[in-house]
């Protein structure tokens, strides 16, 4: 692609360890404003539950103060994990947050759970947890709800979603995912796609899936035309030693999280003493091939390359580090070497 690219930022509100949710919570909030001053367009927080590593369990209360303590770059969730809950609520929510922050919010939907069965059981009980089929209806009475104007013959047609606003305005919605289903999904109902390149799953179908959403795209009354955004784990540093080494907390966390073993983020010396069982490492060596890690000319060109890739300028970055001195950093570099300006 030899367009300017257009960054964003997924935020996951990392957690050090021996530091608390809270730290991290405050650090999230933080860390919009100085991406705002350094010209990131979007930022989005995420939704995960009952881990470790991550304090963003709700990204809408997230959104808030984030967009309370912005003023120009968007703000919204990356994203809310609809199965979990009612199209009424989240619609309402979400109709609140752009009645207070009019035309700078995003809603970023996920099909995912963002959790494990029992955690999922436990956001749904005493109810059951909704089967994935019904995700779609969901959408679509989402969208209903937000617009004003639920099918004919609905059974909920004569309820709306509040607030009432003047002007009316409403959310950017996007779908999310990594899948054919969620891209064809918002291909289908002319939505914006975000595919989450950083989740690592079956990443060499990405571009597959990037082109399948375009070919089945429907313009619509929210697009004409299909738009995409990819997430990339970036880490950016001076050197690419600086990289790899600042790197190496964030691939230890992720074996960590998905063997039940996560406590936080680890600190650099933690992560590079730490000796790898042969499967531990061949994981590890894995996913480090999903994320970008070097010095700015280095992340700059692997950008680029990601961009042509999916056919798309529109690129969120995903950085988890120890320290959040180095987090900054690694937004400032790439800000620099991509040319965005604040």
Known sequence: MSQQLLLSVVDQSPVRAGDTAADALRETIQLAADVEALGYHRYW?????????FAGT???????HVAARTS????????????HYSALKVAENFRMLESLHPGRID?????APGSDQITAAALSFPGHPREIRHF??????LLGYLRGDMEDGHIFSQIQAGPDREPATAPDVWLLGSRYESAYMAAQLGLPFAYAHFFGIAVDEGPVIAANYRENFKPSQYLAEPKINVGVHVICAETQDDALRLAAPRNLARLQNITGRAKGIPTVEEAL??????DEFRFVQQYAQVCIDGDPQQVKAQLDDIAEMYQTNDLSIVTICHDYAHRRRSYELVAEVCGIQG
Not at 58 to 64: A, D, Q, R, T, W
Not at 107 to 111: C, E, H, P, Q, S
Not at 273 to 278: F, I
């Open 72 to 83: 120009t770059i968007r703000v919204g969730s990356g994203g809310v994990m609809l199965s």
């Open 107 to 111: 809603l970023g939907i996920g099909r």
């Open 136 to 141: 779609p209806r969901q959408v679509v009475d």
């Open 58 to 64: 709700s990204p809408e209360v997230l959104i808030g």
């Open 273 to 278: 003493a730490y000796r790898y069982t042969p």
């Open 45 to 53: 927080l995420a939704e995960h539950h009952s881990l470790p590593n």
